[in-house]
């Protein structure tokens, strides 16, 4: 483990890289939004010898076209050896997208990729001037991050306590085997930072070379190495690290084959991406990644997380299904909240609310005996709109809803309003009452009737997402399981719903996941499998 001192070193190497992709993907977003900006164009712009690749030459060459002298070849060579996918020291177009296009705005993205080019840029030909110098100021902002991480990592270096395994364990506190966005953020709280779900993503797509979300002692120890002659540690630095007791434990640490590393041999060592033997320390799974050339529409915050080969959906089908969650998740809030309301009426209860329905006393209710109940309640379903209430409350398929079915249709998600409903009797010990509606007072049957409606407005908005995403002739629900199943477990998880939500733009509560899972989750186990996933985007209704 660190030292407090050393700790504060680590992070500021941490937050540095968080802020200078913040910046980057700023920057990134900026040149996109120019309509008449082509990757296709500039790559041809800057590739004056037209052989199909870019070299550090020819990036410093343009660069100096802009008066920018600051930047030196060792410099313009590392930053090519950063995005080069195939370890020629040379940019390939692909490559060179990586380097220009956003990571966070899929739509972005996608519109960039779309634009046309109709004309070859030819060896003395420039582009406009605000598409040049925004692609200036990104190489300018790239470079600018690298040296600033360097800084920091000498100043890492210097510390007698340091190591790389150290530094590791010092962030992997609660020995997960890696380290992810919720040691991570653990970690920079405990050292005085507060960071945003997207600032840990950032920091962790920066360093992550095997796409998975997350990172193994490999990839921690490459990012921490300095590299280059400009990183080269002074000669004072380097006695003083030899004559710590904890450098030498960090050799015979290296000599060795780390834990983390043997843990994984399939991640580290077989990666399809990695075809070389050593790893170069700003990798982004978002630049590496395995299903990066096959399709341009592929999501970059899919391929962030996972680089399995199993079918994803295209980026307009992903934003489509991730929209549609969104609008479940705004209904199913409203929903929540008018069963909220209902339970704060002191003379509601379950036990009346099922005798409205079950008039016979059998101990059940027939779908007859539901349209009949609402009706006397002052509330009239469409046939389509009870065929959909049934069948989301229906567990065992008999097409009756028992008392505890019932109930769940009832009582808020939250275990303290449904506690206080559950604790409640009947009312008919008050007074007789001869109709069905006067089993509560008329203020708690206004706020009966509007959670009936609530919930035939929610089903029927529901159903509208489901039959839309069926229309589609090319979205798939097994792809749209695997696109939603970040970490490949075969589930997906409350915390994966958030991520790829939010990931969008849209901020969602954990009480709204919860709502949303709830809905989905048919075991209640807390996680959503295939199977329940896809009986929940399968049209209910015909049309």
Not at 46 to 68: P, Q
Request: net charge neutral; charged share 30%; glycine share 4%.
């Amino acid at each position: 483990m660190l030292g407090y001192e050393s700790e504060n070193r680590l992070k500021n190497l941490l937050v540095a890289v968080g802020d200078g992709e913040r910046v980057l993907e700023a920057s990134r977003q900026r040149l996109c939004n120019i309509r008449d900006f082509a990757p296709l164009a500039l790559f041809e712009r800057i590739d004056r010898d037209a052989n199909g690749a870019i070299t550090s030459y020819e990036l410093n060459n343009f660069l100096r076209d802009h008066h920018v002298y600051t930047i030196s070849e060792s410099e313009a060579f590392n930053l090519v050896k950063f995005f080069d996918s195939d370890n020629d020291n040379r940019l390939s177009f692909q490559d060179f997208l990586q380097l220009l296009l956003p990571c966070e705005d899929n739509l972005l993205r996608s519109i960039t990729l779309d634009r046309p080019h109709y004309s070859r840029v030819s060896r003395f030909d420039s582009l406009p001037c605000d598409i040049e110098s925004a692609a200036v100021e990104i190489l300018q902002q790239e470079v600018d991050l690298a040296r600033r991480c360097d800084g920091l990592r000498r100043e890492l270096e210097v510390r007698f306590d340091y190591s790389a395994l150290s530094a590791y364990r010092s962030v992997d506190k609660y020995n997960d085997g890696n380290i992810n966005t919720c040691n991570l953020g653990a970690f920079l709280r405990a050292t005085g930072h507060y960071a945003s779900e997207r600032e840990l993503l950032a920091i962790i797509r920066r360093i992550d070379t095997d796409g998975d979300a997350r990172l193994s002692y490999a990839e921690t120890a490459e990012f921490l190495r300095s590299s280059g002659p400009s990183a080269s540690m002074s000669a004072s630095a380097s006695v003083s690290r030899a004559r710590s007791a904890e450098r030498g434990r960090r050799s015979m640490a290296a000599s060795n084959s780390s834990p983390m590393r043997a843990s994984s041999p399939s991640r580290v060592y077989h990666s399809p991406v990695r075809r070389c033997t050593y790893y170069y320390p700003y990798c982004s799974p978002v630049r590496e990644s395995p299903i990066r050339c096959p399709s341009p529409r592929r999501s970059p915050v899919r391929v962030s997380y996972s680089p399995s080969r199993k079918p994803l959906l295209h980026l307009q089908d992903e934003d489509q299904l991730i929209s549609g969650l969104k609008e479940v998740v705004n209904v199913e809030r409203e929903l929540e909240t008018a069963k909220t309301t209902l339970a704060m009426k002191s003379d509601f209860n379950m036990y009346d609310t099922f005798r409205i329905f079950d008039q016979n006393n059998n101990g059940w209710i027939s779908a007859f005996e539901l349209r009949d109940g609402f009706n006397a309640m002052g509330v009239y379903p469409t046939h389509d709109e009870l065929e959909l209430f049934i069948t989301r409350y229906d567990k065992n398929g008999d097409r009756r809803l028992t008392f505890s079915e019932l109930s769940e249709a009832f009582l808020a998600l939250d275990a303290y309003y449904a506690s206080m409903v559950n604790r409640r009797h009947s009312n008919d010990h008050r007074r007789p009452f001869y109709r069905r509606e006067d089993c509560f007072y008329p203020a708690t049957v206004a706020d009966f009737r509007n959670l009936c409606r609530v919930h035939f407005r929610t089903e029927n908005q529901s159903e509208a997402v489901r039959q839309r995403l069926q229309r589609n002739p090319y979205f798939n629900v097994y792809e749209a399981f695997n696109s939603l199943d970040l970490n490949d477990s075969g589930s997906i998880s409350k915390d994966e719903f958030r991520r790829m939500i939010e990931s969008r733009g849209f901020y969602v509560s954990q009480k709204e996941v919860d709502q949303l899972v709830d809905k989905i989750d048919q075991n209640k186990d807390g996680r959503v499998s295939f199977a329940e996933f896809s009986k929940e985007l399968r049209p209910k209704s015909p049309q």
